[in-house]
C-alpha cells in the first residue's frame, strides 16, 4: 500500500439518468468498461443538492449542518456574504493527505477559493477570489498557459459574466467552440501535472458537464458531447498506472429536466408571509434593468439608466434608480416590511428563513410559533399546482437532513428539494410584475437529489455491482482508508467497505477513528 494511488474524477453535475441511456447505445465504451469492471450506482449529495456545499461536503466528509451553510452565500441578519468570507476554511481530504506525508494533485476545485502551500500543487476553481493566488505554487498556472495553450478554469471568467451562465447561447456550435474546449482545456492540465509532479493522490473537477446540462439538457443533442466526455477519461486512464491506482467518478449532484421554475417570495408575498414596500413602476424599471444585466446588454442598461437619469427632475434620482437596478437580496432588505413578515428566501437553493424573534434583526415570529409556522407553509407548498397537475413538493425541516447543527442562524429553517414531479427550479427575486404569476416557464436542466458514484482498481470489486445508498459524505473517509490513515471523529461519512474485494488490504483493515480536530 506504501505505493498505492487514488484518483478522483469529479464530473460536475452528472447523473445516470444523462449516461444510462447513452451507455445502452454503445456510445460510452469507457462508462461501460468501467462499470462491468467496478461498482457504481448513485452518489446522494447534500440537500440542497448544489454544488457548494456539496463538493464541500464531500471534501471534508461533513454534512451543512456542521458546515455551518447550505449555499454559496450565508445570511448575516438580512445580508448575503459568500461563504468563505464568514467560515474559516475546513480542514480537507488533502489537508489530511499532505501532513501524512502524501504529495497531491488538485485542479480546478469549485471548493478552493485561494490556492495555498500543500505538500503537491492545486488549482483554484470558478469561484476563485484572487487572481494572483490561482495556483501554487504561484508559477503552475502560467506553466499551463504555455503548455497547453492557455488554461481555462470555466466559460466565464471572474466578476460580471459569471451571472450569465444560464444565459449562453442556444446552439451547438457555442457548445463545441466553448464548453468542449473548457473540457479539453480541464483534462490536458490534468494530465499535465499527473506527468510533471509527483502524487500519491489526484482530484480533478471539470464544470464543463454542468454548464452543458444546465444550458442544453432536453434542448439539444448531447450524445456528442458525453461521447467527448467519455473519450477524455479513457484517454486519462491510458495516462496513469490503473494496476496502483484506484480511481473514483464521482459528481456533486445529479441533472433533471427543468420546464419551470417557482417564484418562491413572490408566493410567499401572495401567501402574507411577506410583505414588500417597494410597488408600482419602479419595480418594473428594475426588473427590466436586472433582466438586461443578466442578458449581458451592458451597454443598453447604461442607455436606460442614463435616459432615466436626464428624463428625472430628482437630483436624488440618480442613487435611487442605481440602487434599483440591484434588486436581489444584497438590498432586499431594504425592500421588505420586516415588521409584518414571517418568513421569506435569500437565494435559488431553496432555503426557507423565519423571521425569528431574538435571531433576526426584526424578527416578528415568537419561538414558540416557529414550528407551528413551519408547519404551515409546508401544509401550503404542498397544495400547489403547475398547469393544473398537482405538484409532488418535497419540503424538508432543517433538522430532518442536518444533524449537529453547530451555527444554526446561518442555515435556513425549511429546505425545498428540486425535484423532477415537483419544484423543479427556484427563483428568489421578487416580481412583482408578475401579478399572479407563480411559475415561469425556462428549458435546460436543473440539480438534482443523486449524482454519480463508480469506482474501480485492483481494491475494488470488479463485479459490476451497483451499489445502493453512497453518499457523498462518504469518499473522504473511504480515501483516508485506503491510505490506512485514521478517519476524523467529525466526519459523517463512512468507509465504503462494500466496495473493496474479500481480502483486499482496505477490506481486511479495521476502521480506525481519531479525535483530529
Known sequence: MNHHKVLILGLDG????????????????TFKRLMKNGVWGDLESTIPPWTIPAWVSLSTGKNPGKLGFASFFVKQGYSLKPYFMVFSRQVKLWDI??????????????????AYRIRGCMIAGF??????QISFPSELIGELNNVIGGYKIDIVDIGEDRKNILHLPMNKQYLANNIEELLEKNFAAFKYVLSSKNWDFAFLVTTATDRAN???LGKVDLSCFYEKVDYEIGELLN???CDETTVFIVSDHGFGLCNHRFNLNHYLVMK?????????????????????????????LKFLINLFLKAGKDKGGEEKLRHLIKIDFQNFQEMVNWFNTKAFACDECGGIYVNLKGREPFGVVNPSDYDKLRSLIIKELGKLRYKGRKLEVKVFKREEVYNNIQTSEYLPDLIILPTDNGIQAINPWIRLDFKNQLFFS???????????????GNEIKNSGERLKGVKIYDIAPTVLHIFGLPIPKSMD?????????????????????????
Open 14 to 29: 452528472v447523473s445516470w439518468n444523462i449516461l444510462l441511456p447513452l451507455i445502452e447505445k454503445g456510445k460510452l465504451p
Open 97 to 114: 493527505l499532505s501532513e501524512s506525508g502524501k504529495e497531491v494533485l488538485l485542479v480546478n476545485l469549485p471548493d478552493i477559493h485561494i
Open 127 to 132: 469561484l476563485y477570489s484572487n487572481e494572483r
Open 214 to 216: 444546465h444550458k442544453y
Open 239 to 241: 495516462f496513469i498506472n
Open 272 to 300: 402574507n408571509f411577506l410583505q414588500i414596500k417597494v410597488r408600482g413602476r419602479s419595480i418594473i424599471i428594475a426588473n427590466l434593468a436586472n433582466f438586461l444585466r443578466r442578458m449581458g446588454m451592458y451597454d443598453f
Open 442 to 456: 425556462m428549458y435546460g436542466g436543473h440539480h438534482r437529489l443523486y449524482g454519480i458514484f463508480l469506482a474501480f
Open 493 to 517: 461519512g463512512r468507509v465504503l467497505k462494500e466496495i473493496f474485494k474479500l481480502g483486499s488490504e482496505p477490506y481486511n483493515k479495521e476502521v480506525s477513528i481519531i479525535n483530529y480536530e
